[in-house]
């Protein structure tokens, strides 16, 4: 896709006025994630994964704290990184599911892991610092819909391996709040099951 409608970083100083939109409403309404096995080449373009970083990077984050950090993971390395996974998974009770599930992360052609990194003893809460982190997540996923790729936000069991996320690179007290795969579909997901807003919506009556 062309990424000339992508407009210039804006500054302090410019007025970001809500913008209507029924395309991006209706693209909200049906988007849905796809299965990170299902992704497959090509996967978005160096110029296309650098508005999905900038994109995830927009959301909100109580006292500007920037309570999160990517790490990309390059297709070569990731061929790597799935390697020494194979050798962490082989060590684990569940080796076999381990090792199968790694399939997840080796398909995608992009993948970036958000990783938390809220600052403790801080007056705004490490809760709301890690919604900011799940928000990025999000906006990685509408990036890649609205350049129209498919995307995953998944974590898996090396998400919370301590020897997964030391490989990673993760420092102490940062948190894996998600893999975020992104790239073209193989087939178009099915739609999944969601709530029944009669089940989750209550009005206060005082
Ligand atoms: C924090 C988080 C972690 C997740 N981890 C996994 C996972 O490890 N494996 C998996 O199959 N789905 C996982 N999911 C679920 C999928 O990302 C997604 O919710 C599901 O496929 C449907 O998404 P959709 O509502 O965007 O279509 C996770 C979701 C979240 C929010």
């Known amino acids: ?26 693209a909200l309404a049906l988007r849905r994630s796809s299965s990170a096995q299902a992704l497959t080449q090509p996967g978005p373009t160096p110029e296309e994964q650098a508005a999905i970083l900038r994109v995830g ?8 704290l920037t309570p999160w950090r990517f790490i990309v993971i390059p297709p070569a390395a990731k061929t790597a990184l799935v390697e020494q996974l194979k050798t962490i998974a082989a060590g684990r009770p ?12 080796a398909a995608p052609p992009f993948t970036v892991v958000v990783v938390s990194q809220p600052a403790r003893d801080h007056k705004i809460p490490a809760w709301e610092q890690e919604l900011s982190a799940g928000a990025v997540c999000m906006n990685l996923l509408h990036a890649a819909d609205a350049l129209g790729y498919g995307g995953s936000w998944i974590t898996d069991w090396y998400a919370y391996d301590a020897d ?18 992104v790239g073209t579909q ?12 009669g089940d989750v919506v209550s009005y206060w009556a005082g």
């Open 186 to 197: 193989a087939a178009a997901p099915l739609e999944r099951a969601r709530p029944d807003l």
């Open 1 to 26: 896709m062309s990424l000339a409608i992508l407009p210039a970083e804006p500054d302090l100083t410019d007025a970001l006025p809500a913008q209507p939109s029924p395309e991006r409403l209706k």
């Open 57 to 64: 990077a927009r959301v909100p984050d109580h006292g500007k």
């Open 94 to 105: 569940d080796a076999e599911t381990a090792k199968a599930k790694l399939a997840k992360l």
């Open 164 to 181: 997964a996320v030391k490989l990673l690179g993760l420092e102490d007290g940062e948190r894996v709040a998600g893999f975020v795969h």
